[in-house]
């Protein structure tokens, strides 16, 4: 993110990740906010084996605050990274460096974590139209046997069967990847008007409502 502060510009990172390095030259200027990029810009690079993110330009502390996401890294070595970082600041130490493996079959879980209520996480999904989550909740439907990894075909199974049973008519869906990137993912706007008056009719209308953005105001 992108902080005006004490006749400063502040970059930080969040959440911090370990041996990431951020050169900060951006000075305060004067302009317009018509477009938070205007005037500023970065590029990252590996010095050393730390990740360097260097920011050049002006930023008008008019602004205010600015936070803008980017991918740095891949997910393997952002999440390593992410782990590092918290696990020295409690205190302990890791030696070695990322490896990616097939986790042994006789592995033994260390943690359990409760996902958040799906209501939470489909809001997360439409209300900013995170392609990511998107993806990872249709591959979630076809997770619920154990032993057998999720796939695609066995996702689009389902939901087809969900709308089968469930009277919504909606003819030459295609899926593709579960997210709002593909080019190749249709529907018909008859199919999805009956899938709305589907929600609409819910029990669970509520929380569909809810998770939509407001126009103007929210989301995307």
């Not at 030696?95 to 006789?106: A, I, M, Y």
């Not at 939901?159 to 030459?172: E, N, T, Y």
Request: hydrophobic share 35%; proline share 4%; net charge neutral.
């Amino acid at each position: 993110g992108i902080q005006p502060f004490g006749g400063e510009i502040q970059i930080f990172a969040d959440p911090p990740l370990a041996g990431l390095i951020i050169e900060n030259n951006i000075k305060p200027g004067n302009g317009k906010c018509t477009s938070h990029k205007r005037g500023w810009r970065y590029g990252t690079l590996e010095k050393n084996g730390k990740l360097v993110a260097r920011f050049d330009g002006t930023y008008s502390a008019d602004c205010g605050e600015h936070s803008f996401s980017r991918t740095l890294v891949s997910n393997e070595e952002y999440t390593y990274r992410l782990f590092r970082n918290y696990w020295e600041l409690g205190g302990g130490e890791l030696h070695g460096e990322l490896r990616v493996e097939k986790t042994p079959e006789n592995a033994l879980p260390i943690l359990a974590y409760q996902s958040r209520p799906l209501a939470d996480i489909i809001t997360s999904i439409n209300t900013f139209s995170n392609t990511v989550r998107a993806r990872n909740l249709l591959l979630t439907l076809d997770a619920q046997e154990e032993g057998r990894a999720a796939t695609l075909d066995g996702a689009q199974g389902r939901i087809s069967d969900w709308l089968r049973a469930s009277g919504v008519s909606v003819p030459g869906l295609r899926l593709d990847n579960g997210s709002g990137l593909s080019r190749t993912s249709r529907i018909t706007a008859h199919g999805l008007s009956e899938l709305l008056q589907y929600g609409w009719r819910s029990n669970y209308r509520p929380e569909f409502l809810s998770s939509l953005s407001l126009v103007a105001m929210d989301g995307t």
